[in-house]
Antibody, heavy 123, light 110 residues
Framework: EVQLVESGGGLVQPGGSLRLSCAAS????????MSWVRQAPGKGLEWVSA????????YYADSVKGRFTISRDKSKNTLYLQMNRLRAEDTAVYYC????????????????WGQGTMVTVSS | QSVLTQPPSASGTPGQRVTISCSGS????????VYWYQHLPGTAPKLLIY???QRPSGVPDRFSGSKSGTSASLAISGLRSEDEADFYC???????????FGTGTKVTVL
């Protein structure tokens, strides 16, 4: 079955850290760009970060730049999001998404999404 | 604050046609492909339209996308009760060097 499964969410205090994982199966993970997208309670979708097919190119939303790091482990078919210096406004459901693009450095639509993992930043 | 503006809501009766607009700028819609996603809260979003007007396999032809200049639109014809959801446009923004989503439109089937 083709799927993306996120994990690693939970409750963390402001200023704390958390690492999200996204396990991919049913497709050749190494061949596609990937992204993280979040949705805060009562708000719309917000793109967070993207990583190219090779992992050599990464992009971040201004709201997380310098605090979050996206990475991928091709041997484990897993996407990660390391989140540091967390703030209350980072509270959201975090989705990982598979890009249509199989060309390194090119980003396109998200044709597969996980079910999401909830991150709550609160004291 | 999103750089892509959508109407907050749209509605129609079963069988009607509903259109959702998405307004951007030259740095995003004006230069890049537009995508449309359907999202039911608590579930995984679903890709409806890619590259302005292309439908992934399995998406009914009741859904259609178009783009003109710095704006895009999604049309849903033959509205059905299962179409009730939030709809988002999205694209790459060259100035921001990242994806941007629209503000989202909640579609209600009356």
């Amino acid at each position: 079955e083709v799927q993306l499964v996120e994990s690693g969410g939970g409750l963390v205090q402001p200023g704390g850290s958390l690492r999200l994982s996204c396990a991919a199966s049913g497709f050749t993970f190494n061949n596609y760009a990937m992204s993280w997208v979040r949705q805060a309670p009562g708000k719309g979708l917000e793109w967070v970060s993207a990583i190219s097919v090779s992992g050599g190119t990464t992009y971040y939303a201004d709201s997380v730049k310098g605090r979050f790091t996206i990475s991928r482990d091709k041997s484990k078919n897993t996407l990660y999001l390391q989140m540091n210096r967390l703030r209350a406004e980072d509270t959201a459901v975090y989705y990982c998404a598979k890009d249509v693009s199989a060309i390194d450095g090119i980003f396109d639509a998200f044709d597969m999404w996980g079910q999401g993992t909830m991150v709550t930043v609160s004291s | 604050q999103s750089v892509l503006t959508q109407p907050p809501s749209a509605s129609g009766t079963p069988g009607q046609r509903v259109t959702i607009s998405c307004s951007g700028s030259t740095s995003n819609i004006g230069r890049n492909f537009v995508y449309w996603y359907q999202h039911l809260p608590g579930t995984a979003p679903k890709l409806l339209i890619y590259r302005n007007n292309q439908r992934p396999s399995g998406v009914p032809d009741r859904f259609s996308g178009s783009k003109s200049g710095t704006s895009a639109s999604l049309a849903i014809s033959g509205l059905r009760s299962e179409d009730e959801a939030d709809f988002y446009c999205a694209t790459w923004d060259d100035s921001l060097s990242g994806y941007v989503f629209g503000t989202g439109t909640k579609v209600t089937v009356l």
